[in-house]
């Protein structure tokens, strides 16, 4: 079986720009997670979507959004890029919210 | 805030021996544990996973133990392979299934 998939894999960006980035769960699961995980630390929480619905938001201002589609797929947008959301975005799908993440390779975000 | 800390970035081992990975945190509503393994390019992986109902869950050269009173938890790894070399990660959650992560510990094999 397929695991998480995430595109692109690399992304360059320039400040103030918009970036949109995609995520595709494990078949069978329906729910997704997304994480930053800036070089030396620990993924930080950002949005979690069970069933379409948002279940959590993470300590992340507003130009961050998400939405999770029928299919269970789901997209991470960034508005007004800043120089520190240079980044490894990650997404994590589960078969249910209360359940073990499954991580995607992530999408290589930088920010010029 | 920090919720989820590894004390030791690093750790290196012979092959053949035990590694242990120390985590601390804070958070007394943290009740599941989790440790992933990252290698470079790649998404962290799970490994193993411990409820706040159990001190001890073993799954192969992999065991987790759980010390609630202390908010410690570590990782055994028994015996250290060379595949084993890779960043380790130590996450935890409250009922809302949030992962917290620590900074993790690079665990270098060596020959």
């Known amino acids: 079986d397929a695991g998480v998939t995430q595109s692109p894999t690399h992304l360059i960006k320039t400040r103030g720009q918009q970036v949109t980035l995609r995520c595709s769960p494990i078949?069978?699961?329906?729910?997704v997670s997304w994480y930053q995980q800036v070089l030396g630390q620990g993924p930080q929480f950002i949005f979690q979507?069970?069933?379409?619905?948002?279940?959590g938001r993470g300590n992340f201002p507003d130009r961050f959004s998400a939405r999770q589609f029928p299919n269970y797929s789901s997209e991470l947008n960034v508005n007004a890029l800043l120089l520190g959301d240079s980044a490894l975005y990650l997404c994590?799908?589960?078969?249910?919210?209360?359940?073990?993440?499954?991580f995607g390779p992530g999408t290589r975000l930088t920010v010029l | 805030d920090q919720q989820v800390k590894q004390n030791s970035p690093s750790l290196s081992v012979q092959e053949g021996r035990i590694s242990i990975l120390n985590c601390d945190y804070t958070?007394?509503?943290?009740?599941?544990f989790l440790w992933y393994k990252k290698y470079p390019a790649e998404g962290p992986t799970f490994l193993i996973s411990?409820?706040?109902?159990?001190d001890k869950n073993e799954d192969g050269r992999f065991t987790v133990f759980l010390n609630k009173s202390a908010k410690h938890l570590s990782l055994h790894i028994v015996p250290s392979q060379p595949g084993d070399s890779a960043v380790y990660f130590c996450?935890?959650?409250?009922?809302?299934?949030?992962?917290?992560f620590g900074a993790g510990t690079t665990v270098t094999v060596r020959a």
């Open positions: 994590a799908s589960s078969f249910v919210w209360a359940d073990t993440q499954y």
């Open positions: 078949s069978g699961h329906k729910s």
């Open positions: 979507y069970y069933e379409k619905e948002e279940r």
């Open positions: 958070n007394s509503m943290f009740d599941y």
């Open positions: 411990i409820s706040s109902i159990k």
């Open positions: 996450a935890a959650s409250a009922d809302d299934y949030k992962l917290s």
